[in-house]
């Protein structure tokens, strides 16, 4: 599936969003089923070997699930149970599936996944020691006995239905976010204030002067209640909590009583094409948990089924939180960030030596002139001329900032000053204003004789080698400079998960409302939003190669050949030319709307770079240290940027 795009991707209306048979769909489901290994696991861990044998098999009952979750619509047992009578009809299930049977197994699966009872099969039969009555060791290759929980059992369902075979991750980039799932259970009681885990550093909106709409409280008799996890429960559903939903379309934010359900997707890697955002990752909480804690069990479900989690974008609501908590969680896992700084986390700060400052989580020398200390946070309902302008104004900082020095060690990183870098003139470095008066000349003060000590003090940091602890400003920080065009490229992938979102909750025959499933409890709505969102997956799949002329990657993969050769149906179709991300222009120096010449300023760092143009920057680097005799470094450097 990496052959060239055909055509520029049509509109979404041009193919139905579920337009799959229900035998292509029950093919597709069965293929997801098998690749997973989860039917194995429950045989093995749930089934009973005493007693009348099953009626249908835990295959059987995971492919009528996906099966129902591909042909989209609302996630009712009686629906599913109408697949699956369908599905018999046509030949296409071994024996008849009822109602009954879907439900008390759905209980028995999400229950023993809650209580650590599921693990996967072995590849071998397990022997005895007849002597102890102990169970011999298994081979090296077997990889029976791992622990599946929720989380695990959800990526392992949208891992497979993600990749069909032959398809694999070309990315190391992930976007995560939560969004409100409401519970079917009727609200007894209501608190005007939702009573949100605030461990993590959690601050209500009302707190910040926010307003959220949310009617007068009000209780029932023996409501609410007190829940297992010490907050108010407002309904029959004993895991719903009471939480904030986001705002949309203009309107405050709101208070809901249900669940947080934390998505995740992957992004391209900083300058690549396009790729399909499908759901990777799933984590259900009672709305107003810990989205920290929430947030590490999705990056660690994605690194238990195999992922390269090397970068995450996420949004304010998770960065803002303890640093021990989300930060130095995630950089313990040796994973950078892309964030959103949140009015907390912005302002000035003294840096770890003199002539040093921490600004918005970079490091500078307190060279930086004061205008651009200060500057404005990037508001809902900025133009994008407005956009750009402000990003000029981060742009100007970058001469200003630390760039890091040497190999990374366990205790910090060093750090040196802009001199350094050759970013600026400074007068307590000579050497340094010999330089283009391209470059800006810093006010420093000059250096002076401490009449005690005799040794030379230089006031200002612009020719300093600083090590910095990872624990000093490690919320705020992040490997690029906020606000500048560069951050604002690498962080405009995040868009990626908010427009998920959007298709599953409008466009992709799913959607949150609260009767789309009938079921309480986290465990239940947590399997059936897996089962509804592994059908999305499926169909914006085949959406986004159909749209692009390419054959569906999952009737390639079960070898239906039915579908027509889309380049030709769409042959005669037209459609604007789609406009390449902010990440890919800057690559390559196109940096789009910009009317007025470009400064020198921003780049883009090495890592980040295509590999034609990083040749290309080190083999003129080369020619430059061979014709020049200055003692600084010479390579082409990467612009100054600060540690995940």
């Known amino acids: 599936m990496t052959a060239p795009l055909l055509l520029v991707p049509l509109p979404k209306y041009v193919v139905e969003a579920c337009d799959l048979s229900l035998a292509q769909a029950t093919k597709v489901a069965e293929a997801i089923v098998d690749a997973t290994g989860l039917a194995d696991a429950f045989e093995f861990s749930l089934t009973s070997h005493t007693g009348a044998p099953r009626q249908v098999s835990w295959r059987t009952l995971l492919v009528v699930y996906v099966t129902a979750g591909i042909r989209g619509g609302d996630m009712l047992l009686t629906l599913v149970q109408k697949t699956a009578a369908e599905m018999l009809r046509d030949g296409l299930l071994p024996a008849k599936v009822s109602y009954c049977q879907l439900w008390d197994n759905l209980d028995h699966f999400t229950t023993a996944l809650d209580a650590g009872y599921v693990v996967s099969a072995h590849s071998h039969e397990l022997e005895v020691n007849k002597r102890t009555g102990e169970l011999t060791d298994c081979p090296k290759s077997c990889t029976g006995g791992r622990p599946i929980t929720r989380e695990l059992f959800s990526a392992l369902l949208l891992q497979a239905s993600a990749f069909p075979a032959g398809m694999t991750m070309s990315t190391t980039v ?137 970068e995450l974008l996420s949004d304010r609501g998770y960065t803002y939180l303890d640093a021990e908590k989300w930060a130095n969680a995630l950089r313990a896992r040796d994973i950078a960030q892309t964030f959103d700084l949140h009015k907390n986390q912005r302002g000035v700060h003294p840096g770890p030596t003199m002539g040093t400052i921490w600004v918005d989580g970079g490091l500078f020398t307190d060279a930086l002139p004061e205008h651009l200390r ?49 970013w600026v003139r400074c007068p307590n470095d000579p050497e340094s204003m010999r330089l283009p008066y391209d470059r800006p000349t810093t006010n420093c003060k000059p250096a002076y004789t401490d009449p005690v000590t005799g040794k030379r003090i230089v006031p200002c940091g612009c020719h300093k080698t600083v090590t910095v602890s990872f624990n000093e400003y490690a919320r705020e920080r992040q490997p690029l400079l906020y606000g500048t065009t560069t951050w604002a490229a690498s962080y405009g992938r995040r868009t990626a998960i908010e427009a998920f979102n959007s298709e599953i ?63 030709l149906v769409h042959l005669r179709r037209t459609a604007q030319p789609r406009k390449k991300a902010l990440h890919v222009r800057v690559t390559t120096g196109d940096i789009p709307r910009r009317t007025e010449p470009r400064p020198k300023y921003p780049f883009v760092p090495k890592h980040l770079r295509p590999k034609h143009l990083r040749e290309a920057a080190e083999a003129a680097a080369r020619a430059e240290s061979d014709t020049t005799g200055t003692a600084h470094d010479t390579q082409d450097h990467t612009p100054p940027h600060q540690p995940g």
Request: charged content about 25%.
């Open 374 to 422: 200060n500057l404005p946070g990037f508001k809902l309902g900025l133009t994008a001329e407005e956009k750009i302008a402000l990003q000029a104004q981060y742009d100007e900082r970058l001469p200003y900032a630390f760039s890091p020095y040497g190999e990374i060690k366990p205790t910090g990183r060093r750090w040196r000053g802009p001199t350094w870098m050759r």
């Open 505 to 567: 909750r409008t466009h992709r025959g799913m959607n949150f409302r609260r009767d789309w499933c009938r079921v309480r409890g986290a465990a239940r709505t947590h399997a059936l939003v897996t089962f509804g969102l592994v059908g999305v997956n499926v169909r914006l799949l085949r959406d986004w190669y159909t749209t692009r002329g390419q054959a569906d990657p999952w009737m390639v993969a079960i070898g239906d050949t039915s579908d027509p050769d889309f380049a």
């Open 174 to 310: 992930f976007a995560l976010d939560s969004t409100d799932k409401e519970t079917w259970a009727a609200r007894k009681s209501w608190a005007k204030l939702p009573d949100i885990d605030q461990s993590s550093g959690a601050v209500r909106p009302e707190d910040e002067g926010e307003k959220v709409n949310s009617q007068d409280s009000f209780t029932t008799p023996g409501w609410p209640r007190l829940g297992h996890d010490g907050r108010a429960q407002h309904s029959a559903d004993v895991d719903a909590r009471s939480g904030y939903v986001s705002g949309k379309n203009m309107r405050r934010k709101g208070v809901f009583i249900g669940f947080d359900e934390h998505v995740g997707t992957q992004v391209p890697e900083f300058g690549d094409p396009e790729i399909p955002h499908v759901a990777l990752t799933l984590v259900t909480a009672p709305a107003g948990s810990d989205k920290a804690a929430a947030g590490i069990l999705a990056v660690d479900a994605l690194r238990a089924v195999g992922y390269d989690v090397k």
